[in-house]
């Protein structure tokens, strides 16, 4: 059974930081992209960022371009999400997920649609 698992989440203040990470089981996503999505209460959930398999190509949302980094750990089959500047409209629940197909390098899903499994989600709060 292939599990997502994602960690980090919590309580910060405006300009904090916060890192989150993934752990997959069940199987390898070493060459599969993986990505971060965010749903804000009464909103619907959004991209974050994404990352190739290799590492070395990844993408991100406006809103978080430059204060958010991704990264990943094939041999330890995990995806990080540091997050630096924290703004109040980053408080959401944070989901972690991965694509199913193997992909080249430089792809990095931006859509739901595209990824088929899911981490439970890992709740980001930022206090002013």
């Known amino acids: 059974q292939v599990q997502l698992v994602e960690s980090g989440g919590g309580l910060v203040q405006v300009g904090g930081s916060l890192r989150l990470s993934c752990a997959a089981s069940?199987?390898?996503?070493?060459?599969?992209?993986m990505g971060w999505f965010r749903q804000a209460p009464g909103k619907e959930r959004e991209f974050v960022s994404a990352?190739?398999?290799?590492?070395?190509?990844?993408a991100y949302a406006k809103s978080v371009k430059g204060r958010f980094t991704i990264s990943r750990d094939n041999a330890k089959n995990t995806v990080t999400l540091q997050m630096n500047g924290l703004k109040l409209e980053d408080t959401a629940v944070y989901f972690c997920?991965?694509?199913?197909?193997?992909?080249?390098?430089?792809?990095?899903?931006?859509?739901?649609?595209?990824?088929?499994?899911w981490g439970q989600g890992t709740q980001v709060t930022v206090s002013s």
């Open positions: 069940g199987r390898t996503f070493s060459i599969n992209p």
């Open positions: 990352i190739g398999w290799t590492g070395g190509h990844s």
């Open positions: 997920a991965a694509d199913g197909r193997a992909r080249s390098p430089e792809v990095t899903p931006l859509h739901i649609y595209e990824y088929d499994y």
